[in-house]
């Protein structure tokens, strides 16, 4: 039923963006270069607590037991990329991520692979 006062706006649909909003004292995107979607974020100090109690924070951390890339630890979460990078940034910021470049590929071998699985497809 609406009210006169119904702008068809639940609270609880905004819950966890406004919590992540909150998380990051407003901050909507990150200065940061270094954190692409391909980036590799690793944790630097395996087996301690973080310093930084908030459950997102601690996942992140839980996530980062093994290298992620960044995209990864956004999906895992379910937090949007730019959110997802602004607490990373912190993470780095404290010491407790290490940032690893993306493995380079090489051109050749990835035109090798893809002719490779064409032929295949093709039966030959």
Known sequence: MSGPHDDGWDEEDAGPVVRL???TRG???????????????VDASPG???RRPEP??????RL??????????????????ALTKILLGDLVDDGRILVRAPAE???????GLLR??????RGG
């Open 21 to 23: 909003y909150a998380l």
């Open 27 to 41: 901050r909507g995107r990150t200065s940061r270069t270094d954190l692409t979607l391909d980036t590799m974020v």
């Open 48 to 50: 301690l607590a973080s």
């Open 56 to 61: 997102e924070y601690v996942d992140i951390v």
């Open 64 to 81: 980062c037991r093994v290298a992620q890339s960044v995209a990864e630890v956004s999906a895992q979460l379910r937090i949007p990329l």
């Open 105 to 111: 590929t090489s051109d050749t071998a990835d035109l």
């Open 116 to 121: 490779s699985i064409a032929n295949s497809l």
